[in-house]
Structures are given as structure tokens and as C-alpha cells.
Nanobody, 120 residues
């Protein structure tokens, strides 16, 4: 399965962006799909994940404290796509955002990353 991330760009502080991560195959039998980010000089960190990929709707979500209340992760099973709606963006949200598809065993697949830049 290949992961194609898109939707990054340049936005002013307070603005919004929606990232998409489209998988080339089914994700329903995987453990979770999520977004991570890496700012220059910093380690890659978790942003948000969503589980229950095989259920018809919903799914358990998990967020980093720094984005709670501002970001929302969701999925579209029919499109094998996970979204990250980002609002009230801050300059400290500037990073390369990566999507990740994790399996129940050793399966661990990363997308190519999309740049998000938030200007003050």
C-alpha cells in the first residue's frame, strides 16, 4: 500500500488547512492510521491517530495535547483516505507532516510528507 499525503501549504496564523492521506489499497485490516510531524531540528512527533479502521464509521481518536481542540482527524473508508482538519493554526505548527499506516504486527508504512508553514 502506498500513502499519498497532500494539502500542505502556507497559511497565516489563525488559518486552516486540511491534509489528506490517500492509501492505494485497503486500510481496514490495519491497526491505525495517523499523522505525525517533524519541525526543523526536532524529533518527529505524534499529531493524531484514528483506529477501528475496519468499522463502518467512527473510530477511536488520539491527539497530542498541543493540537487538542484545534485539529480533527477523520477517515473515509470508501476512499481509503484519512484527513487532518487543522484550525487555529500557530507558527509552532510549522513542520513537515507525515501520514502513517500501522499494522497489528510489524507493518509500518509512512507517506512522503507534506510541508505546512504557518506565518505569524
Amino acid at each position: 500500500v502506498q500513502l499519498q499525503a497532500s494539502g500542505g501549504g502556507l497559511v497565516q496564523a489563525g488559518g486552516s488547512l486540511r491534509l489528506s492521506c490517500a492509501a492505494s489499497g485497503s486500510i481496514s485490516n490495519r491497526r491505525y492510521m495517523g499523522w505525525f510531524r517533524q519541525a526543523p531540528g526536532k524529533q518527529r512527533e505524534l499529531v493524531a491517530t484514528i483506529t477501528n479502521l475496519g468499522s463502518a464509521s467512527g473510530g477511536s481518536t488520539n491527539y497530542a495535547d498541543s493540537v487538542k481542540g484545534r485539529f480533527t482527524i477523520s477517515r473515509d473508508n470508501a476512499k481509503n483516505t484519512v484527513y487532518l482538519q487543522m484550525g487555529s493554526l500557530k507558527p509552532e505548527d510549522t513542520a513537515v507532516y507525515f501520514c502513517r499506516l500501522r499494522g497489528w504486527d510489524t507493518y509500518d508504512n509512512w507517506g512522503q510528507g507534506t510541508q505546512v508553514t504557518v506565518s505569524s
